[in-house]
């Protein structure tokens, strides 16, 4: 599963009802409750119809290669690795946080031909405190330590307020208040948003995304990763 940007719908029924003062009124009170009803139900049966004939998502290409830009973004493995995973997340993602030992399991399984580029996509429309632990760990990577603060983030990415998030910075052994003065600046913010446009540029619409190669991750499994992967390595070979 995936976090999903959505647009909810909803529909609000209001029933009115008094006391009457004699039969011809309650007659009355009964139309008008009866009509209202009526009017609920073509609205209900308006927004079935309507979701119904909605164009469905676009269907996703898994053979398309997507020219994914990984400069300024951190990495972990070999920088001159034949196989590049990139990753699109979200730290108050909890599928997010479900596919780390996935990826740690292909990393380890791969230690000296693939390389993992971590890009930010927080879904702030669904995830109050999404920006504000992609910004912190941009911060953090200006000390050096990106990959601490995204570890511990993950591990408590339930509690992510600043307070939460500035203790963290201390936790990992980053001076907090550089930490605090480059989580405020512009460039961090910069950088966030720069992900979110090579993300959507590449088709994501929801966290994690996986690419291999530029190739897509259909299936978030290690069985379907090593394919892949495998793919990856001998197209790479072929070209060298």
């Not at 992900?195 to 190739?215: C, E, L």
Request: aromatic residues 8%; glycine residues 4%; neutral net charge.
């Amino acid at each position: 599963m995936r976090c999903r940007r959505y647009v909810p719908v909803v529909l609000t029924l209001a029933v009115l009802a008094g006391c009457a003062p004699d039969v011809d009124e309650l007659k009355r009170g009964d139309k008008e409750i009866l009509a209202k009803i009526d009017a609920v139900q073509k609205s209900l049966d308006g927004a079935k119809a309507a979701a119904a004939n909605a164009a469905p998502d676009p269907a996703i290409d898994p053979t398309k290669v997507y020219d994914i830009p990984i400069e300024k973004s951190p990495v972990r493995g070999p920088k001159d690795a034949p196989v590049t995973i990139v990753e699109f997340s979200d730290f108050q993602c909890p599928f997010c946080a479900e596919a780390k030992p996935l990826l740690e399991q292909v990393l380890q399984a791969y230690p000296k031909d693939v390389k993992l580029v971590f890009k930010q996509f927080p879904l702030g429309s669904i995830h109050e405190n999404a920006v504000a632990a992609a910004k912190a760990t941009v911060a953090a990577g200006h000390q050096g330590k990106f990959w601490e603060m995204h570890d511990i983030l993950f591990v408590n990415n339930r509690d992510l307020s600043y307070d939460k998030l500035k203790d963290y910075a201390g936790r990992i052994g980053l001076n907090v208040p550089l930490w605090e003065e480059d989580f405020q600046a512009l460039d961090v913010q910069q950088a966030v948003s720069r992900d979110v446009r090579t993300g959507k540029a590449a088709d994501v619409d929801g966290t994690p995304t996986f690419f291999v190669n530029g190739r897509r991750v259909m299936d978030r499994s290690f069985e379907s990763f090593k394919s892949m992967i495998e793919d990856a390595r001998r197209e790479a070979a072929k070209k060298s």
